[in-house]
């Protein structure tokens, strides 16, 4: 556009006439006829460069990933300048996905330390596993009925949240204890479900391969003994007690008002809880669930990440830091 004024003059010149003047519509549509052109003609002019192997050869290959890259998410309603670089957007998008919300809750160690080992514990996962093996067994979880139930699960947290009390109330009643007793009923399934999607991924990085089928198959005591001897997966583990999960799950529940104290009575082992430990063990394993429910927005951050490192890697100038 610097130099449409004078080609304008020069042409005028040439053929012996007066330089046209451009109004602000005229130097508009212009303007945006040009943007069209070189939209369109950017991938054949790289294309061109590609097959004569100059020197900057590689950014021309990253310039044709690149926009490509940039018209799949304006296509899924991304709004994208061209100026922009694709792969920084996505990666900033699905940081931004990733982050925590500036909620109470969100402050919370549980949170904050669960969500801090599903990170960590994804970066060990693609370290021994590549993508495209990861994402195929990720595809065979995400076929299965487990899958669908985090779903659900993820759509009645909310509402678990809302109607559950968030202070130690003063006394214990029936109605608290039942109530306290589906808030943990209902977290310690979903952490059983991940628990047994994570110690899968974690015997796949480890070799020990298994279906997914016979994955779903494996009891809580057997996760939980897993757990504790993998060090990415310990604390998670931690947040549920297998006698009382168990206990809520068959009816063993006994409120005691007198003594302020519930028992849980499993096969195995009767646990006792005082009212605040009571609460307090399932709000950490409420919020640690909360947690457990950004295992795919926390993938998502760390295999851009994976993506994008080693695509400036490979394309980056050997001049440039």
């Known amino acids: 556009m610097q130099v449409l004024s004078p080609m304008a003059a020069e042409f005028a010149a ?37 097959l004569e192997t100059p020197p900057d050869r590689d950014q021309c290959v990253y310039a044709l990933l690149e926009g490509l890259f940039k018209e799949q998410l304006r296509v899924q309603g991304k709004k994208i300048r061209d100026n922009q670089d694709a792969f920084d957007v996505w990666l900033n998008l699905t940081q931004k996905a990733a982050t925590s919300p500036h909620t109470w809750w969100a402050k919370s160690p549980s949170y904050c330390v669960t969500k801090q080992t599903i990170y960590e514990f994804l970066i060990y996962i693609h370290q021994h596993l590549n993508l495209p093996e990861l994402n195929s067994k990720l595809d065979e979880w995400r ?12 759509r009645f947290w909310p509402v678990l949240i809302r109607k559950s009390k968030q202070s130690i109330p003063k006394r214990l009643t029936t109605k608290l204890a ?116 950004e295992f795919e927005t926390i993938l998502s951050f760390v295999q851009a990440q994976i993506v994008v490192r080693d695509l400036w890697k490979r394309f980056t100038p050997k001049n440039m830091p």
């Open 143 to 154: 076929s299965s009925k487990e899958a669908r139930k985090t779903v659900q699960f993820a």
């Open 14 to 50: 040439l053929f012996g006439r007066r330089t046209p003047r451009f109004t602000a519509k005229e130097k508009g549509v212009y303007a945006l006829k040009l943007r069209r052109h070189l939209r369109s003609a950017r991938p054949y002019i790289l294309g061109l460069y590609t």
């Open 178 to 293: 039942d109530q306290l007793s589906d808030e943990y009923r209902a977290c310690s399934s979903f952490l059983e479900m991940r628990l047994k999607l994570f110690v899968w991924l974690d015997d796949l990085a480890q070799r020990r391969v298994r279906s997914w089928s016979l994955q779903e198959k494996r009891k809580l005591s057997e996760l939980l003994t897993a757990a504790e001897s993998r060090l990415h997966l310990a604390s998670i583990g931690g947040f549920i007690d297998r006698h009382v999960r168990n206990a809520l799950a068959h009816g063993g529940l006994e409120v005691n008002l007198d003594l302020q104290e519930c028992r849980f009575h499993d096969q195995a082992a009767t646990v006792t809880w005082k009212r605040h430990e009571f609460f307090r063990k399932t709000k950490e394993l409420t919020l640690a669930a909360r947690a457990l429910m």
